[in-house]
């Protein structure tokens, strides 16, 4: 079973949590293309979806499935979306495809986080994968300069502007024991948008594709 196979059976597994009617919170990237060819077999009982990158609307609205502004809605129930890297307390590193931001606020705003993966995103420690971080472009040398005095090793992605029109500066080398506090030290940067680790408000459930049928894992404590 390869990577893309995985992905799409935890995408699929995760039909089971569209348990109400409501706006459903849709991530984005290849695990979560997979998502939403499954949500639209499902499309005439939900209201809709709320959509965390212009990609994953444009998808959303070609399965006919009716993508709302977050500012328009409640409380979402449920928010499903990939990771580019998961520890055993779902805490996650995300925004290899550039959509963090996005991500992150309907994370926030979310009652349940849903995520799903190939079997090979569960690390025991993250930060094998460089962390990325969203800057608002002229702070990109500022940002790059504080974020090598805490260790880390910036490499700018060049070509790629974020959905919100700013830039991505891939961290390599962090250490990342202690996520939660590095997520709030690499946020208090001047011009940092916000950084690609998920950790003060990590994943519900992690819904793992692989050859053996798809894993649930809980955050253990
Ligand atoms: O910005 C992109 C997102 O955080 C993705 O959810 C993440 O990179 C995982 O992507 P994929 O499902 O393609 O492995």
């Known amino acids: 079973m390869n990577a893309d196979e995985m992905k799409k059976q935890a995408a699929w597994a995760?039909?089971?949590?569209?348990k109400g009617d409501g706006i459903v919170g849709v991530g984005t990237g290849s695990t979560v293309n997979h998502f939403i060819d499954?949500?639209?077999?499902?499309?005439?009982r939900i209201e809709g979806a709320v959509s965390s990158s212009e990609a994953s609307t444009q998808k959303l609205e070609a399965n006919g499935i009716k993508v709302f502004n977050l500012n328009d809605c409640n409380e979402i129930e449920?928010?499903?979306?990939?990771?580019?890297?998961?520890n055993h307390l779902l805490e996650l590193v995300k925004g290899g495809g550039?959509?963090?931001?996005?991500?992150?606020?309907?994370?926030?705003?979310s009652k349940?986080?849903?995520?799903?993966?190939?079997?090979?995103?569960?690390?025991?420690?993250?930060?094998k994968f460089p962390l990325p971080v969203e800057v608002i472009p002229m702070a990109r040398s500022y940002v790059a300069r504080e974020i090598v005095k805490l260790g880390g090793?910036?490499?700018?992605?060049?070509g790629?502007?974020?959905?919100?029109?700013?830039?991505?500066?891939?961290v390599h080398g962090l250490d990342i024991m202690e996520p939660i506090k590095l997520e709030k030290t690499l946020n208090d940067i001047v011009g940092v948008v916000t950084n690609g680790l998920f950790a003060m408000r990590p994943a519900d459930v992690l819904l793992l594709g692989?050859?053996?049928?798809?894993?649930?894992v809980f955050a253990k404590s």
């Open 38 to 44: 499954a949500l639209a077999t499902i499309k005439d």
């Open 210 to 216: 692989s050859p053996e049928g798809t894993k649930t």
């Open 98 to 109: 550039g959509a963090l931001t996005r991500e992150k606020i309907i994370a926030a705003a």
């Open 112 to 127: 349940q986080f849903v995520c799903i993966a190939d079997a090979s995103k569960l690390v025991d420690v993250l930060g």
């Open 160 to 170: 790629v502007i974020t959905d919100n029109g700013n830039v991505i500066l891939d």
């Open 153 to 158: 090793q910036p490499v700018y992605r060049e």
């Open 78 to 86: 449920v928010y499903v979306d990939g990771a580019d890297e998961s």
């Open 14 to 18: 995760a039909l089971e949590y569209i």
